[in-house]
């Protein structure tokens, strides 16, 4: 839902000043039931936002706005931009390679590796493959290995996640992914649970190295939020 612009300051203020914070998911006519947010520390929180964002004192702080004008507020930094490889029409083994089937055999996997494995050409000597590892009854999880051709050994790819937690799974697993060989892109999609109000999605680009995260999305608690409005973790350009 987006508020009308002469709303949101009455929202913000109200936010500062509230003890709890009702939502529900509103689809048609039906509505969920509300989910009941504690507001202590909101005040705090959007303290320290307008701290990290230089808004103190000026038109467009959250909490107390001054006389200050807005054009005293930083503006805001430029993405870091990733530059996508180009993608190659060389033909893929009709198997799998040595290196990469020993690479696999190391790996922590419950599932056959020739079970809808995506593979991919990334330039003319790197290929890039995936495993289905395990899979649930809305999840299926793949790891990911590297191999450049004329090297002994295939390694693990590994996945970097900016702002978010660490994580106990190896570095190469992602949940739900798919890959787009034209745009070089490589999303996925990890639910928490069946209605997928909870979890993380992203998407990397290869840059002809390694896979760039260039949007992640966040949400660790299950409250019925739809995966577009998730916090976004890291975000970057791509040309």
Same mark, same amino acid.
């Given at each position: 839902m987006?508020?009308?612009?002469e709303g949101?300051?009455?929202?913000v203020n109200a936010?500062?000043?509230?003890? =709890?914070l009702s939502?529900s ?6 509505a969920?039931?509300p989910a ?6 909101a005040?705090?929180?959007? !303290?320290?936002?307008d ?5 103190s ?5 959250l909490i107390?706005?001054d006389h200050e004008?807005a054009a005293?507020v ?8 990733v530059r ?8 893929l083994?009709?198997?799998m390679?040595?290196?990469?089937a020993a690479a696999?055999?190391r790996?922590?996997?419950d ?18 493959w995936?495993v289905?590892c =395990?899979?649930g009854a #809305?999840r299926e =999880? #793949?790891?990911f290995f590297?191999?450049?051709?004329g090297?002994? =050994?295939?390694r ?10 660490p994580?106990n799974e190896d570095?190469?697993l992602?949940?739900g992914p798919?890959f787009?060989?034209r ?7 990890? !639910?928490?649970?069946?209605?997928g ?7 990397f680009?290869w ?5 760039q995260p260039?949007e992640?999305?966040s949400?660790?608690?299950c409250?019925?939020v739809?995966?577009d409005?998730?916090?976004?973790t890291?975000?970057a350009?791509?040309?």
């Amino acid at each position: 839902m987006r508020l009308p612009s002469e709303g949101v300051r009455l929202f913000v203020n109200a936010l500062g000043k509230a003890k =709890t914070l009702s939502v529900s998911v509103v689809q048609g006519s039906d509505a969920s039931q509300p989910a009941v947010i504690s507001l202590s520390g909101a005040t705090a929180a959007l !303290i320290a936002m307008d701290k990290q964002q230089k808004r103190s004192g000026t038109t467009t702080a959250l909490i107390s706005p001054d006389h200050e004008p807005a054009a005293r507020v930083p503006a805001l930094p430029a993405l870091p931009m990733v530059r996508a490889g180009r993608p190659t029409k060389r033909a893929l083994p009709t198997t799998m390679p040595k290196p990469i089937a020993a690479a696999v055999e190391r790996a922590d996997c419950d599932e056959p590796p020739e079970t809808r494995p995506i593979r991919a050409w990334l330039n003319e000597r790197t290929l890039f493959w995936g495993v289905l590892c =395990t899979k649930g009854a #809305y999840r299926e =999880t #793949y790891a990911f290995f590297i191999h450049r051709s004329g090297a002994p =050994t295939a390694r693990p790819m590994k996945f970097q996640m900016p702002g978010l937690p660490p994580s106990n799974e190896d570095d190469n697993l992602l949940t739900g992914p798919t890959f787009d060989q034209r745009r070089m892109t490589l999303d996925f999609h990890d !639910i928490g649970r069946s209605v997928g109000d909870c979890g993380t999605v992203g998407r990397f680009v290869w840059d002809g190295g390694t896979f760039q995260p260039v949007e992640l999305r966040s949400m660790p608690h299950c409250r019925g939020v739809s995966p577009d409005a998730w916090p976004v973790t890291w975000r970057a350009g791509v040309r």
